[in-house]
């Protein structure tokens, strides 16, 4: 028995730094108010208005994710301001799939020794995410669970809610002959990082080096590049075009894995790998790993995050809506006829 009663923080759950965090973070969570939430936290829920968002049939979309072992990069770093941006992208990315606009996000932070100010960081990029997304953040969870993290680990989890109306939901009336369009990634995203991981083992580089592939940055801090958010100029270009039938965004598993999932029986994608516009990054871990073409394509988005497939007569209509918005879309193949083939055919190489 204890000589004097025991207490939760000498357990290793400091309550004052979870108020501390709190304190911290609730000016970023404010940035992410929009029509539909206030943006305050603190309560034991959040409440969201759907018809203050403006919606009057809609059909709400949910979707969850995490960032994979890029947190690792993170943690031994100690750079933590973009992590956040990759779990907030992870999710919304996959609510624009399905023609819906984000409305609010959740997140989940659990660490073995909560540090507030570094939970805050993260807290500030998960928060400039959803600003960059266009929804609030309208809560989160933060657990200190000594034990189960080693001390200075964390985890995160995300959830995202959107809508869209009935009558404009993805995927819709595929055929064969259709267009498909790569959007550019910015690298890696958040897959493929044990893979990463154990290449830069392997390479007998630190993370504080500087990246072979990218002048000027170290490998952490280019490896650390954001998920980029499709959100905003998909919205848009779906508004102006109604050339646009579906949309894969390209995540763990590649294009492989990815394309059917939008695609009716029967069809498949023939892709051009020479048209892919292949960053450094994956031209760097291609050689240094010795990783084989099919390989990286199946890990890898290897510099399309987004594939938007359009119909065959609007496909210049729907080139034309996503440069309005911003985008520089590339055309990687179209859409084929496979029977009980594969659902994905690549053709040619890329210029890795």
Known sequence: MAEKGLTYAQAGVDIDAGNRLVDLIRPAVR??????????????????????????????VAAN???????????????????????????????????????????????????????????????????????????????????????????????????????????RSVKAGDILLGLLSSGAHSNGFSLIRRIVALSGLTFDALAPFAPGESLARALLTPTRIYVKPLLAALKASEAILALAHITGGGFPDNLPRVLPKGLGAALD??????????????????????????????????VVVAARAGADDAIAALRAAGEAPVVIGEIVETGDGPRVEMRGALAL
């Not at 409440?47 to 049939?57: C, M, Q, T, Y």
């Not at 985890?155 to 809508?163: E, I, M, T």
């Not at 020479?274 to 291609?286: E, I, K, T």
Request: charged fraction near 15%.
């Open 273 to 306: 790998l020479s048209a892919f516009p292949v960053p450094p990054v994956f031209s760097w871990l291609a050689a240094q790993g010795n990783v084989a073409q099919a390989e990286m394509l199946r890990t890898f988005n290897c510099g399309v995050g987004m």
């Open 65 to 171: 994710d995490g960032v994979g072992t890029k947190i690792k990069i993170a943690i031994d770093s100690g750079l933590h301001d973009t992590i956040g941006i990759d779990l907030v992208a992870m999710c919304v990315n996959d609510l624009v799939v399905q023609g819906a606009e984000p409305l609010f996000f959740l997140d989940y932070y659990a660490t073995g020794k909560l540090t507030p100010e570094a939970a805050a960081a993260v807290v500030s990029g998960i928060a400039a995410g959803c600003v960059e997304a266009g929804c609030a953040l309208l809560g989160g969870e933060t657990a200190e669970m000594p034990g189960l993290y080693a001390n200075n680990d964390y985890d995160l989890a995300g959830f995202a809610v959107g809508a869209a109306e009935r009558s404009r939901l993805l995927p």
């Open 31 to 60: 940035s992410t108010r929009r029509p539909g939430a206030d943006g305050e936290i603190g309560g034991f829920g959040g409440v969201f208005d759907l018809k203050a968002a403006g919606f009057s049939d809609p059909v709400l």
